[in-house]
């Protein structure tokens, strides 16, 4: 074989313009960057719950025999209860990322078209260009509401609500009249439905289109052991079992998930004061969006990479929205965490959003 043989020709050709993902700088990067003790440095990037997953979870992972492979029923049988949905309808994942990947590699195709209003989550776009399919990004509505019809010659459309970056629910007649507009796959997600206090997932027993994806990373505090799930009519639960790898999930994130699913007072005590903390905010921070989510979108006078970077060097990590399509250059997310961790943002906020005068 020659020494300059070109083995990179061999990647998929609508694979290579594809960014690599960044995770961002961690506490020791923040406290060497700028000077700071890793004590003072409080992350508010990724909507995780600051209040950690039950006392439960913990005591069950003791349990776990890690020399057998893992067996994803006992998980499953826990989310029927919890969902009041039949096994047959319900399937897991690594994170609801893995979820939504599979879904993606059921229906999707090269030069197949996506539906994705924007701003949403980044992944979605990530997940059809990896079947080779085509995202077709539209501009939310007023009040980030989405357009009633889907267009001919999409075949699959994705829908967030809560919407991460912008914090609203969309309401149950928008959605129906999407579900019912089309003959494609709706995938509606509803990674902060908890926070929300309502759900549509009600919809599966009516719409043979429509998935609903979950997961455990938010509300029940497991972000750290990826696990998701969807409710799904059961032609296409059936279709995503004879796709998604038997074994893909850890023994440890599944005895997790049971033990989580398993004390509803923890997670409901954890929303109580998160969605508590977030009104408190939001009345606080003018230019912030109502939200149903476990974040707040916010406005930002400065381009926001600006406002985000001072924040930064305060010790403070919030999300940049520049890089969300559709999000243009003065917005910011801002998880809702602890109270102090809070006021620490609010506080700072006011300084670091300041114009300054050229
Ligand atoms: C809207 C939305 N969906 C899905 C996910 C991914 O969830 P998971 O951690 O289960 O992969 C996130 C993560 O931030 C999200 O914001």
Redesign the pocket.
Known sequence: MSDKADFTKNVLPYLAQLEEDEAGPDAAEISRRYGISQERIVMLS??ENPYGASPRVRAALTDVSLHRYPDSRPFLKALSGYTSYPEECLVA????????TTICRIFLGAGDKVLIPVP??N?YGLAVELCGAVPHYQPRLAGFSVDRKIPEGIKMAFL?SP??PTGNALSEENVRAVVESTESIVFL?E??AEFAGKSLLKLVREYDNLVV??????AFGL?GL???YAVAPPWIARQYRRVAPLFGISSLSLAAGVAALQDLGWMRECVGKIVAERERMRQSLASAHPSEGNFLYVHTEEKSEVVVERLLCQGIVVRDCSSFPGSGEHCLRVTVGRSEDNDRFMEEFKNANTKLSS
């Open positions: 990724r909507n994942g690594a994170g609801m990322d893995e979820i939504i949403t989550y992944f967030c919407n991460n997600d990674a902060y994806g979950r997961t455990l990373s938010k972000a990826r696990l998701g």
